[in-house]
């Protein structure tokens, strides 16, 4: 299925052109019928983002558990500066980023993944989007993050560097080594 | 400068495969292309990354998780996000913040200890485990049906797809009643030593295991057993160690049961904290166990650190007989029973003992090659500490979670109050309530976990082959009644389960896929023998 679904961030969007605005209301308001609809229009492309991100579909799911839990809460610091979606992500990736920093020393087994980092992947001529995925998963976090808001999430080098709090240079230069690190796997494996 | 010559970067493949170059910037480069094979090859790798990474597919939204969002508001449960309008607070000074915090609770707990325990018996600390062991509510919790909340359907997904082997019928099974047994140790001959701690006894039970001799006993055997439960340490090949508490000394035991020889406790350890340390032996004689972790403070009676034990959390220490030298190895979560002396108003003073009948526990294990396995209790992963110092851990395993509600919280509750005040009288018939209540607190509803922790303490068993063989708090198999236990491989996967008769726990390992296994009847304890099944039933 193709991605590209996440709509971009739109400034000094009013209240009255948000489409989600109905829904965010409710969900202001703790009406669980307002955060299904929020969550059923988000969170496929939340659990991509933060599958991706993490490495895990369980570390994705519990952060977008964490995400609905206190949503009605945070909305009430959501002022229609910018669409729904572009702020819903910025707050799912600094939960994914508080979480991971606080495993930040464990190195994660990937599910059917060697686990030795240098071993070879499964071979696949051509490689596929499975392949992309698992060997996405197999970054470091810092290269990891940075690749998955650039391609996945097509988000700029400004923005990328906005979220995570790092320089633009740096978001370049781990972009660079991720894409470097990707090819040596994907292309020597197949 | 001929750009031409120049190899672009990837950033400048991209822009230049986006039309995003200026004219200039973009004729040098699709100049260089038509030379250069390797730019070619990284300009085809760029396009085809682009691409693939848009065909990457949108999982589903779990159903199963919106409920289990709704369900956790609607019980009350909140969390406090991060606000979108500030930057990410570095990690180092949370981590300060925290340590700042952990200190203080660790200098707070330390100045609630500082009266002497003289005149408190060590059989409260059993006595509080057998309690905790004992909870009816926890025992049945294997047997009630899931909670309102239903399970995930990404994990149920998981483990759905593990597959399930009985073991096969019984082979052979001890005749004469055991009163508890601690540990075994399977000899390579198919013999069995049992260490009866209620019987204050070590039995060598031949292969057949319907006969023993008595070893050690408290009035025979060839040496005594002593006057306190004790433990044996299950060694590699065939010999253990027998703890006395008599000398405060190991004794190894060869393939008779003989003692061959003593050596003395680590530097810095006695009994009693060998007794709660769960001791095991590496594949290099050396010998792991737990500490409570209690900084030293001038304030604390040192005889105090003995008892306060089970804070929240323990190092594992690692002692090496030869150099008479300690190590730490890791730090494991160990909740639920919390000891502290405390001066009643009559002067006499007591070991007040608070517990959790529902504590996040981290399990470990050692394994054939050395390496320390901790089963985290809190997210139901393994860490694993390699010989040679290296870390890793695994993904999360598949796990029923339960939801605690408050109902089920105040069962739990009333379940161990009503186990803790008929263990109490089983060991003072005659304990009025106040006294009870002096001896004994139970924590409050509002620090109980909201999900069945998946972990029992000292459930997990480690094969031959290096397995783990852990009984998840909510392992049942549905049709049969029996516990099921997760294998663990080293990868950190279920790579299967296995399903035992109803009743029976697994105590130890034997040659050919034999499983040593135990069950408790009205009538004592009994030692079981079954093989592994190679036929897997079904998935869960």
Known sequence: MPIRQAPKAVAGLSSGDDPDEPAIAGARQGSSDAIATLYRRYTAQLLRMLRSFTGSQQDAEDIVHDLFLGLPELLRSYEHRSEFYPWLRVVAVRIALMKMRASRRRERFIDDWPTDANAPAPPHDPWTATDLEAAIARLPESLRVVFVLRKIEDRSHAETAQLLGVSQGAVRVRYRRAVRQLRAWLERDS | ?540
């Open chain 2, 1 to 540: 400068m001929n750009l031409s010559l120049i190899h672009p970067g990837q950033a400048t493949l991209v822009a230049f495969d986006a039309n995003q170059l200026t004219p200039r910037r973009h004729d040098a480069v699709a100049g260089h292309l038509r030379s250069c094979v390797r730019c070619q090859e990284s300009l085809r790798f760029v396009r085809r990354l682009s691409a693939t990474a848009s065909t990457l597919d949108l999982p589903a939204a779990p159903e199963s998780l919106l409920e289990r969002i709704l369900a956790d508001r609607s019980a009350g449960e909140r969390v406090l996000l991060p606000s979108p309008g500030l930057q990410a607070e570095p990690a180092r000074s949370r981590a300060i913040v925290v340590t700042k915090i952990a200190v203080a609770a660790v200098i707070a707990l330390m100045l609630t200890l500082s009266v002497s325990p003289e005149g408190l018996s060590a059989a409260s600390g059993r006595l509080v485990h057998n309690i905790v062991r004992n909870i009816p509510v926890l025992k049945s919790l294997v047997e009630t049906k899931p909670a309102a909340v239903p399970p995930d359907t990404s994990i149920a997904a998981r483990s759905a797809a593990i597959p399930v082997f009985a073991l096969d019928a019984i082979e052979a099974k001890t005749d004469e009643p055991l009163t508890t047994v601690s540990a075994i140790k399977v000899f390579s001959d198919g013999r069995v030593l049992v260490n009866d701690v209620g019987a204050h006894s070590l039995r060598l039970f031949d292969p057949t295991l319907a006969s023993s001799t008595l070893i050690a006993g408290p009035d025979g055997g060839t040496f005594k057993y002593g006057k306190q439960a004790s433990l044996l340490i299950p060694y590699w090949g065939d010999s253990a160690l027998f703890l006395d508490n008599a000398s405060n000394a190991f004794l190894v035991l060869d393939a008779n049961a003989s003692v061959i020889r003593t050596i003395a406790f680590p530097p810095g350890t006695d009994w009693l904290g060998l007794i709660s340390g769960q001791p095991v032996l590496d594949p290099q004689g050396r010998l792991l166990y737990r500490v409570p972790i209690v900084p030293a403070d001038p304030l604390v009676n040192p005889r105090l650190r003995l008892y306060a034990k089970d804070v929240d959390s323990c190092a594992i220490v690692r002692a090496n007989f030869d150099t008479r030298t300690i190590d730490t190895l890791g730090v494991v979560a160990s909740g639920g029973v919390t000891r502290a002396p405390m001066m009643l108003s009559s002067g006499r003073q007591i070991l007040h003992t608070t517990i959790n009948p529902a504590p996040v526990h981290d399990d470990w294990a050692i394994l054939p090659d050395g390496t320390v396995a901790i089963v985290r209790g809190r997210d139901y992963h393994i860490d694993w500490i390699h010989p040679d110092g290296t870390r890793t851990s695994s993904a999360k395993l598949p796990f029923d979670w339960r939801k605690l509600d408050e109902q089920a919280k105040q069962r739990l509750l009333d379940s161990a109050q009503a186990a803790t005040e008929a263990s109490m009288l089983r060991a003072i018939p005659n304990a009025s309530s106040a006294q009870m209540h002096d001896q004994f607190e139970l924590i409050g509803i509002d620090k109980l976990p909201n999900y069945y922790p998946p972990v029992r303490i000292g459930s997990r068993r480690v094969d031959s082959s290096g397995n783990l063989w852990i009984p998840p708090t909510t392992s049942l198999y549905p049709t049969v009644g029996g516990l099921i236990y997760d294998v663990v491989n080293r990868k950190g996967i279920i790579s299967w389960r296995a399903l035992l008769a109803p009743g029976y726990s697994v105590a130890g390992f034997g040659t050919n896929d034999a499983v040593y296994m135990i069950a408790a009847d009205s009538t004592g304890v009994r030692i079981a023998r079954a093989h592994l099944g190679h036929k897997p039933l079904s998935t869960r």
